[in-house]
């Protein structure tokens, strides 16, 4: 422990502070993202405790404070309350956080998700829009939406009814992690170790599974082979067995790696997935239809300690999120999402079969490919069982939507959709010199 305290004191160089309590906050920020086993879960309330201004620590039991310009730890691992240091040894060499690039708003951003003009919809056949309805009419979802930059070009069927989202719950989460990751509250490369997850039901996690980081969870790579809560049929049939394949080495499309990674989430920032995703993304992007009653956690606690977030939105708002990402994280000119992490989150980092793989809890086209096209700019896409479908083309700049109320009569399989987006694809008119596409037939 001592040594601990030696290099906490020896990581920084003194420079001068304006405000003694900002520079508190920076010194526990850091504190938070280099020792995690001792200052968790991240991002703490400071307060006055007594005449020290300090962050409590409840799994840990310890507290990080400062006063009259001195930095103090307290607790049972460092055999009471121990002075570290004046916090002008600190500063100099925390990292200064490089500021998101800004992205150029769009020509239409003051009117997202309005509907299209007569000028707009000319880029579109009459003729091709009516041939895809009356097929979609045919074979019975919930409901389609069509944008194209930022502007509904057509909607079917009930929009504003909110549906689960089955798998697409997934890439909500993954957007969540955007911001905490760009400002270091999370460190995609802590191992559960490192950060304290396990799994309670027996048999739980080995010393090797603990090694797994939450990069490899986002990218269904852990090598942790734990039952999970909300497994399908198939999840259960295909799952490796335990120990089978080291962390980071094998694909497995795992919803204990999807489940665990909302409790990290939650552990590491605080805030409960649900509230976050309203206060941080749902509010800023102006979903119309998004209400905490429609959410829930799904326990089978005889299974896994870790729930599944279970998430309902209507077509619309699924739409306006993958707006969200089809325009680099921003929306009306603000920065919802970094860049940054629009771009890693939808990277390419397992090719799962012909033409798609698998990205942090998104579907990215591999090569292109997407449902019988190609592309010159990588589709992705979030998807959930049932019909679930948001469909972002950036080389269109479109983002097609797909819902799917299995509660009702509603239903539609795979094939349906594919060829209801031929048709989509087929309506779109494009200038003379990007009209050429391969399809597969």
């Not at 460190?187 to 559960?192: A, G, K, M, Y």
């Not at 326990?299 to 089809?326: N, Q, V």
Request: some cysteine.
């Amino acid at each position: 422990m001592r040594k601990f305290l030696l290099v906490f004191l020896l990581v920084f160089l003194s420079q001068p502070f304006a405000d003694e309590i900002s520079d508190s906050n920076q010194v526990f920020d850091w504190a938070e993202s280099q020792y995690p086993q001792y200052f968790s879960p991240s991002g703490q309330q400071s307060a006055d405790v007594e005449d020290y201004y300090a962050r409590f620590y409840p799994s840990t039991d310890n507290y990080l404070g400062t006063k009259n310009g001195r930095v103090y730890v307290h607790g049972d691992t460092f055999g009471g309350l121990l002075d570290v240091g004046p916090i002008s040894d600190y500063l100099s060499q925390i990292p200064i956080p490089t500021p998101t690039p800004t992205a150029t708003p769009t020509p239409s951003s003051s009117m997202l998700m309005a509907q299209a003009s007569a000028e707009q919809m000319a880029g579109w056949s009459s003729t091709g829009l009516a041939k895809a309805k009356a097929y979609w009419e045919s074979y019975g979802s919930t409901a389609i939406a069509i944008i194209e930059d930022g502007y509904i070009i057509a909607e079917w069927g009930d929009t504003e009814r909110p549906i689960s989202c089955y798998s697409v719950r997934k890439s909500l989460l993954s957007a969540l992690y955007g911001n905490p990751v760009n400002n270091g509250q999370i460190n995609l490369n802590w191992t559960l170790e490192q950060i304290g997850i396990d799994d309670s039901v027996p048999p739980s996690l080995t010393s090797d599974e603990k090694q797994a980081s939450i990069k490899h969870l986002l990218m269904a790579r852990s090598g942790v082979y734990h039952p999970a809560a909300y497994e399908t049929s198939t999840m259960k049939a295909e799952r490796p067995e335990r120990g089978s394949h080291d962390p980071g080495t094998y694909f497995y499309y795992n919803n204990w790696d999807f489940n665990t990674a909302g409790s990290i989430y939650e552990q590491l920032t605080g805030n409960g997935i649900f509230n976050a995703f309203e206060q941080q993304i749902a509010n800023p992007i102006g979903m119309q239809h998004y209400s905490l009653d429609n959410m829930q956690y799904s326990y089978e606690s005889d299974i896994s300690d870790h729930p599944a977030y279970l998430f309902k939105l209507s077509t619309l708002d699924r739409a306006r999120f993958g707006l969200l990402f089809l325009n680099n994280g921003q929306w009306d000119g603000e920065q919802i999402i970094p860049s940054k992490w629009i771009t890693e989150s939808t990277t390419l980092y397992s090719v799962v079969d012909s033409g798609v793989g698998f990205g942090y809890m998104w579907w990215v086209s591999d090569n292109g490919w997407l449902k019988g096209y190609q592309f010159e700019e990588t589709p992705f896409s979030a998807r959930g069982n049932n019909g679930q479908y948001i469909l972002i083309i950036p080389e269109r700049d479109l983002v097609v939507v797909q819902s799917m109320d299995t509660s009702t009569d509603d239903y539609a399989n795979n094939r349906s959709f594919n060829d209801l987006f031929e048709l989509i694809i087929e309506a779109q008119i494009l200038p003379s010199d990007q009209k050429e596409r391969i399809t597969l037939h």
